[in-house]
């Protein structure tokens, strides 16, 4: 087996490959390359990145780009709804109310800007202009990262600025004597050591990565030839170790610009457009199961956008913006697929809206509707602009298939003439709100008509509670939430005592919490689905979403 191994030893394990990885070439691939085919009837080349470069083969990586998607779905939203065509590549990347949003932390949805990290570094940087947007994405990086406030003081002229070389001031003045760009690198050596163009790419590259076997020959070289040039070899070597310290990390600065014209372009649509780029955010999304939804969601209504329940006679598949508001899709709802999404938009289309809930249930037997399907639809509110209670629908449901039945055929050829068939009426029920809002949530995965802690908010203004969504970005600090206990699990702990696990919600999202022993012998008697309880503790910086407990009480107390 010893002998065995020893001959497959430095063999690669595997072929693999890279799926975004595009190769360019002036003659046929297979002519120069080796080719393998795979299943699909695409060339791969068998050379690794780096013995294609080497052959002097372009490898470009192109990816698909999520941020894109959103931007065109917003333009086609704005056309729909405002007849303004807007065309990409003609977006104001340099509007000041849009930096101003940026720099008022305003981020959620622009890209490469929305994480808490960020937000903190914004508020830190503090960006006035686009060349401070581009910037910051280049400093928000592992090394690079420990400049911000630095650079933020000198910016502020807090800070004096101290340049490693005095003649490198016209290549780091724009980053206040702060090496950001990996352009900058090149610059430094073709200006210290006179290198051509194509000796100090070779240096910001094998600089970059590390690589011994020119690291040495390279610092020599740059020595030696900044010394000729005129500077001492104590200020030389000081430029290289600063430039190696860099590397590791250095980050493009055409890199940056694409991306900080991205970002600035979506908060001008933010800004302008907003209703258009939330719906294009929303619908963008994995729907209310990702955090980042709900706080969407939150950052919308705090816009004073309103959010209205899918409505069966407006709603599509995606979200859409009407009157200044967002319309839940009918593909939001759990357990109503696409393909009757489909059919009852095609319904609406041949023959007209729906009149109320009866003619809706007639009309779509044609299309297997069924019991289940249509509890979910009452469930989420589909059919609330028929001013009949959710409670009286429900009930109503066999009737109205029955109704249906009898006016067609499974087939969907009309039996009865509509204006001639007696129309049942309602099964009379009043609404439990709080039972309409736990239904409503079980299908969208959200609270959109309301909350059950509307009832609560005169208590609830008494203490300094912070939204769930707002508890997430809190990083530790110690705070009060308020929710409503959706699920709770006790286990036994090693030792024996009980501890538990919760998730509430309030009105901008839910959360889990973690009750430790201490906690749980004080409080275990109000850990009941569906009680309100108002909970001190902090977020864990170890687990996402996980709220620790400290103290638990009824909200009344």
Do not use: W
């Amino acid at each position: 087996i010893v002998g065995l191994a020893a001959l497959i030893e430095g063999l690669p394990r595997q072929s693999g490959l890279h799926a975004a990885g595009i190769i360019l070439n002036n003659s046929p691939l297979e002519d120069v390359l080796p080719i393998n085919i795979d299943f699909n009837g695409d060339y791969i080349a068998e050379y690794e990145m780096n013995y294609l470069e080497e052959q002097g083969f372009l490898k470009m990586d192109i990816l698909g780009l999520r941020n894109l998607s959103i931007i065109d779905e917003c333009l086609t939203l704005i056309k729909q709804n405002r007849s303004i065509e807007l065309k990409y590549q003609e977006l104001p990347f340099e509007d000041k109310k849009a930096i101003r949003i940026i720099k008022d932390g305003r981020t959620m949805g622009l890209f490469q800007l929305e994480s808490a990290g960020m937000k903190k570094a914004i508020s830190t940087l503090n960006p006035e202009s686009f060349e401070d947007i581009v910037a910051l994405l280049a400093l928000f990086r592992p090394g690079p990262m420990d400049n911000i406030p630095s650079y933020a003081r000198r910016k502020e002229k807090k800070e004096v600025i101290i340049y490693p070389s005095k003649a490198l001031e016209s290549i780091l003045s724009s980053t206040y004597g702060i090496i950001v760009y990996q352009e900058q690198i090149t610059q430094i050596v073709r200006k210290m050591a006179n290198f051509s163009y194509g000796q100090a790419d070779v240096f910001r590259r094998a600089i970059s990565k590390k690589d011994s076997a020119k690291l040495s020959s390279l610092e020599n070289d740059f020595i030696s030839s900044s010394i000729k040039n005129g500077y001492s070899k104590e200020e030389a070597k000081s430029v290289f170790d600063l430039i190696y310290k860099f590397a590791d990390y250095g980050f493009n600065r055409s890199h940056s610009l694409c991306y900080a014209v991205l970002a600035c372009q979506m908060a001008y649509l933010k800004t302008y457009y907003a209703p258009e780029f939330y719906a294009s955010i929303l619908g963008s999304s994995s729907g209310s199961n990702d955090t980042k939804f709900n706080e969407t969601l939150n950052e919308v209504r705090k816009m004073g956008i309103s959010i209205l329940n899918p409505d069966i006679n407006r709603s599509t598949q995606a979200f859409i913006v009407k009157d200044n508001a967002l319309l839940f899709p009918l593909s939001s709802i759990k357990g109503i697929l696409g393909a009757l999404v489909d059919a009852i938009i095609k319904e609406r289309l041949n023959n007209g809206s729906f009149k109320d809930f009866f003619d809706f249930v007639a009309r779509m037997i044609k299309y297997k509707i069924n019991q289940g399907q249509i509890t979910k639809l009452i469930d989420a509110g589909a059919f609330d602009n028929f001013d009949v209670s959710r409670s009286s629908l429900r009930a109503t449901i066999n009737t109205a298939l029955r109704y249906g039945a009898m006016l067609y055929s499974k087939d969907g050829q009309m039996v009865i003439d509509l204006p001639f068939a007696s129309k049942p009426r309602y099964q009379e029920a009043f609404d439990e709100p709080l039972e309409n809002l736990d239904r409503e949530y079980e299908v969208l995965g959200l609270m959109i008509s309301g909350s059950p802690l509307k009832y609560k908010m005169e208590i609830i203004k008494k203490f300094p509670i912070t939204t769930i969504v707002d508890a997430r970005d809190s990083r530790g600090a110690t705070l009060q939430v308020v929710g409503v206990i959706r699920t709770v699990r006790v286990i036994n702990t090693r030792n024996g005592t009980p501890m538990a696990f919760l998730n509430i919600y309030d009105d901008t999202g839910d959360i889990d919490v973690t009750i430790f022993t201490k906690t749980y012998a004080l409080s275990y008697q109000l850990l009941q689905k569906k009680n309100i309880v108002r909970i001190t503790g902090y977020m864990d910086q170890k687990r996402e979403n996980v709220f620790i407990a400290n103290d638990i009480v009824a909200l009344e107390e």
